[in-house]
Nanobody
């Protein structure tokens, strides 16, 4: 199984980016899916996720109202629309998928089995 993330880049504060993550080798339509991010010298932090059972969406407080996660089960992809970007959003963004994520662990990196390679997002003027 491979997750291929793309869409990162350099954007000015207040700008927008859309990240996409395409899965191959296995369907992820029944998995929980999520985006995490990791800034230099920091741990990998939860950004947004969609739970496999009830399709409930969860967001980190820092991105609520600005980021939107979505999935396309036909296309086997997961996306993250990021608006009103801030310098503190600068990080490498990773997509993740997992067949056994439970509600209480949706924000934990260890709950996910499959990971993309990461895409750099830099917010700077």
């Amino acid at each position: 199984v491979q997750l291929q993330a793309c869409g990162g880049g350099l954007v000015q504060p207040g700008g927008s980016l859309r990240l996409s993550c395409a899965a191959s080798g296995r369907t992820i339509s029944r998995d929980s899916v999520a985006w995490f991010r990791q800034a230099p010298g920091m741990g990998r932090n939860f950004v947004a996720g969609i739970h496999r059972v009830n399709s409930r969406m969860n967001y980190a407080d820092s991105v609520k109202g600005r980021f939107t996660i979505s999935r396309d089960n036909v296309g086997n992809t997961v996306s993250l629309q990021m608006n009103s970007l801030r310098p503190e959003d600068t990080a490498v963004y990773y997509c993740a998928a997992g067949p056994s994520v439970i509600s209480s662990t949706v924000a934990s990196p260890t709950a996910y089995y499959y990971w993309g390679q990461g895409t750099q997002v830099t917010v700077s003027s």
